[in-house]
């Protein structure tokens, strides 16, 4: 073999081989903070009319990420579509599930989601839309730009991408949705949820917190592959209940498994939470993009590396 050809194969073996360049270094390269504002301001517009679950302009935002997901080629998880239907006040309304890997039996599965609704029209007249930049454009770009960069990679796992409806109404969605998995049997290791990660942590940059710290080593976990303490605890998490409030909920009480709400909004770093002024212009999205690169390495090397949190009491 010449020297050509022996370079020409290296180059095909390392450029099949995405684990070898899993740095987030190259993660900063490959979710820019462009890509970031891009998504999050696209979603937090006016257009999208506060993307309230039941609503006809939430078509929008369940479009938008169903365009992002196939233009990322990361497939449908169910036959019929990247929709999974369901009911909210009588109207229909649907989560977004994709999915990274190949369905087969003898595979784990891990979920990684956010919730895509928000409040929609406002009646007030000076502005007459909660665009939800916070909550939860942030998530769900979050969810987006991780799902890239995870679909590029191999993994002994299936990660199950959900955006999901009608959180906002009582996380109806996630309560339909984790109902419709374990009728399917499928193993779920544990559910990875992010919300309102649009603002830095009182803590300081890069830092996250984690709801329901103590049920699980997740964070422990999660900490010793950052080599930094990036998944904080938060006491206030507790006092208001924020385990149960979010959609990570619904998949603790069907499948017994750690499922944590991943946030930096502490009650104290925002003044806009459900209200009009929610927008993009008032979030911090240098240290939002560092964030997204930051739990894309980590997740990444848990799915890598078979590293899988467990609950520290199976009790409810």
Known sequence: MDGKSLFTLVFLILGCNPAAKLSVENLKENQPLA??????????????????????????????????????????????????????????????????????????????GAHLDHLGPSPSRTDTVFNGANDNASGVTTVLQMSKELSKLKFDYNVIIALFGAEEAGLVGSKHMAKRLKEEGIDLAYMLNFEMLGKTLSTGENEVYMTGFNKSDCA??????????????????????????????????????????????????????????DEVSELDLENMNTIINSATYVVAKMLQNKVEPILVTSEK
């Open 35 to 112: 890509e970031t504002e891009g998504i999050i301001k696209e979603l937090a517009s006016d257009k999208f009319n506060g993307r309230k679950s039941g609503h006809a302009d939430f078509e929008l935002a369940l479009s938008y990420t169903e365009g992002y997901l196939e233009k990322e080629g990361i497939r449908p998880y169910f036959e019929e579509g990247y929709r999974d239907v369901f009911q909210v006040k009588g109207k229909s309304t649907a989560n977004i599930v994709a999915f990274i890997g190949d369905k087969a039996k003898n595979k784990k599965y891990v979920l990684i």
């Open 220 to 277: 422990a976990k999660m900490n010793e592959i950052a080599g930094k303490e990036f998944v904080k605890f938060l006491p206030v998490a507790s006092t208001y209940g924020l385990f149960q409030r979010s959609d990570n909920y619904a998949f603790f009480n069907e499948f017994n498994i750690p499922s944590h709400t991943f946030s930096t909004f502490d009650f104290e770093n925002y003044k806009y939470y459900h209200d009009e002024a």
